[in-house]
């Protein structure tokens, strides 16, 4: 019967340590609260029509580039947006004028062939229509989405050929009557870790073989 028991025992360890992943660990992340905005400020990238508030010349955040009407955001302003999912900051990019905006974010540190997984929020502005979202991993195949009123969260996988590269978010590029915008916020990208088997299986079988040597002298 020890025997009998120590083998089922052991199989289902086995079963189980194969299929307990080790945590994913944060690369990179990105949530746009620096620069600090004041109260009712929306932040323009190159702002070429001079639509900031309360400040001079286009945003600028390290690792992020700003192209036609995208920029920043803070929580309430004109009530565009609906509130960031992760402080009180979010990014957007807006169709206008017949000119789409962009959002690229530079990642590096990554590992060549390992795998990662890309999540970001995602919303339709309050006050006027969605702006369809292409999202395009180191140059690879754009991924469409198309934002609803609350925040959403999405999950890419991918796996790069190289350490560093752009993740792109690009709105989509209307004709000159479409004002279309979507906020972007939480940028965050995860490693995804081979199941950690060998040191659960290790562990257990210790653990086992303890629990079958009492069982066997209390038998004696």
């Known amino acids: 019967m020890i025997k009998s028991g120590f083998a089922g025992l052991l199989g289902l360890l086995a079963l189980t340590a194969m299929a307990v992943p080790a945590s994913a660990t944060v690369v990179a992340s990105q949530s746009f609260e620096t620069p600090a905005l004041a109260p009712g400020q929306i932040q323009y990238g190159p ?26 955001i803070i929580n309430g302003a004109l009530g565009v947006f609906p509130n960031a999912t992760d402080g009180t ?4 990019v807006q169709s206008y004028l017949g000119t789409g905006g962009e959002l ?3 990642v590096s540190g990554l590992t060549p062939g390992e795998s990662y997984t890309l999540s970001f929020d995602y ?5 006027v229509p969605a702006d369809d979202l292409s999202v395009v991993i180191f140059g690879g195949v754009p991924v469409g989405f198309t934002p609803g009123a609350s925040y959403q969260t999405a999950s890419l996988d991918f796996i790069p050929s190289t350490s560093s590269g752009s993740i792109d978010f690009i709105g989509f590029v209307g004709d000159q009557s479409q004002n279309l915008a979507t906020a972007l916020d939480n940028l965050t990208i995860r490693s995804v ?17 303890l629990f079958a040597a009492r069982r066997a002298g209390a038998k004696a």
């Open 123 to 127: 919303a339709s502005a309050l006050i």
């Open 47 to 72: 702002d070429e029509f001079g639509y900031n508030t309360g400040a001079v010349g286009p945003v600028s955040i390290s690792g992020v580039t700003f192209t036609g009407f995208s920029g920043i």
């Open 193 to 209: 870790p081979e199941p950690a088997s060998w040191t659960l299986l290790l562990a257990g079988l210790a653990a086992l073989g």
């Open 89 to 92: 900051q979010a990014a957007f």
């Open 104 to 106: 690229d974010w530079a």
